[in-house]
């Protein structure tokens, strides 16, 4: 009988850890500063590297293949970026999470992208007396967003080689000036341990999700705190933020397993312009409002989404028409959701928020 229960325990064991690896990784970037804007060519073009460390859980149970036609991780990555101009950038130590779907492409190759957000140490921020030409970062902890790609080739059930394209960037999201952040694409060789062995065979007897339902709507309430001073301020306020409020509504439209379509509209009321407006006694309005179209991948209770922005009102802030905003919603519930989000105008960071998400299909 006891011989029984071990079996039987042994079994279960092996059948949990089927269902969700955990996967060790260790890779090193090499990359260049991306000099988007005149204020920050001064400092001259470096060439970061980095070393980072992953740890992940692959999940590759039939019910997440389901969710996504594919092998999804969820982990976290810890490293040290380094600048190539330690008297003025300095380095970086970021910490972030990310979602990692792995598609099957052969026996051995896989395809897979990555989407991740989290925080950044710091070791150079801005200073007016012993670091005036770091206009890229002002804080000693930012924000960091990474998006990236790349190919995996199977060496054995356990061990993985790959190589990936990414691009990193790292800004404080506006709660203090200067802010014109740290854009810098890298290619990464990567080599990943499973502590179990993997076996990828799950691709049959998968459902058609089009019997799903693929349409849905949601309503995202966020805020978000951003500085009040301007360039010409000289910085005398970089300390002081204000309130940034918001509110959208979005229609989801699911046309593969992995992706979807997303039309919405935003309106924000901005009081760090509302203050800017009032110093200068200015008549314009500090709200503004646009149009949303977009792209979002989803991976069972997670969604990672990448919109562009069309103002249809804007008297004041930053001069382009139009804005990026990237997302990574987690649902714990099925109908509400929360996560951070992230507004920029091309590769410079208007705000860093976090919204809430009442979701609903139909």
């Avoid at 007396?129 to 970062?137: D, E, F, I, M, R």
């Avoid at 995996?152 to 800004?171: K, P």
């Avoid at 312009?273 to 500090?286: H, L, P």
Wanted: aromatic share 18%.
């Amino acid at each position: 009988m006891r011989t029984v229960k071990l079996l039987l325990l042994l079994i279960l064991s092996l059948k949990i850890c089927a269902q969700k690896a955990t996967v060790l990784s260790l890779n090193g970037d090499y990359g260049f500063l991306f000099l988007h804007s005149l204020d920050v060519a001064p400092i001259g073009q470096s060439y970061p590297r980095a070393i980072n460390f992953d740890y992940s859980h692959w999940r590759i149970s039939p019910a997440n293949y389901q969710a996504c036609n594919c092998y999804p991780r969820i982990g976290a990555s810890a490293g040290w970026h380094y600048y190539n101009n330690q008297r003025v950038l300095g380095s970086g130590f970021p910490l972030y999470g990310y979602l990692e779907p792995w598609y099957k492409l052969s026996d051995r190759l896989f395809f897979h992208f990555r989407g991740g957000i989290g925080l950044s140490a710091l070791t150079r921020p801005f200073d007016a007396q012993s670091n005036p030409l770091n206009l890229s970062y002002s804080l000693p902890v930012s924000a960091f967003v990474m998006v990236g790609a790349g190919f995996s080739v199977s060496l054995d059930t356990q061990w993985f080689l790959g190589l990936r394209a990414r691009y990193n960037h790292v800004s404080n999201g506006g709660i203090r000036e200067p802010n014109k952040g740290l854009n810098y694409p890298s290619l990464a060789l990567q080599l990943d341990y499973s502590l179990a062995p993997v076996s990828f065979n799950l691709s049959k007897g998968i459902s058609d999700w089009r019997k799903q339902k693929t349409q849905a709507f949601s309503v995202n309430s966020f805020w978000a705190a951003q500085a009040g001073a301007t360039v010409g301020d000289a910085f005398n306020e970089q300390d002081v933020t204000y309130l940034v409020l918001g509110l959208s509504a979005h229609y989801h439209q699911q046309w593969a397993r992995v992706s979807g379509f997303t039309a919405g509209l935003s309106i924000v009321q901005n009081y760090a312009y509302q203050n800017q407006i009032e110093k200068v006694a200015g008549t314009q309005d500090s709200w503004q409002a646009a149009a949303l179209l977009g792209h979002e991948f989803i991976l069972g209770k997670f969604r990672f989404g990448q919109q562009a922005g069309f103002y249809v009102h804007k008297e004041y802030g930053a001069p382009a028409d139009w804005f990026q905003r990237y997302y990574l919603l987690y649902y714990p519930w099925p109908n509400f959701g929360m996560g951070p989000a992230l507004k920029a105008h091309a590769q410079v960071a208007e705000f860093l928020d976090f919204r809430f998400s009442y979701h609903f299909v139909f």
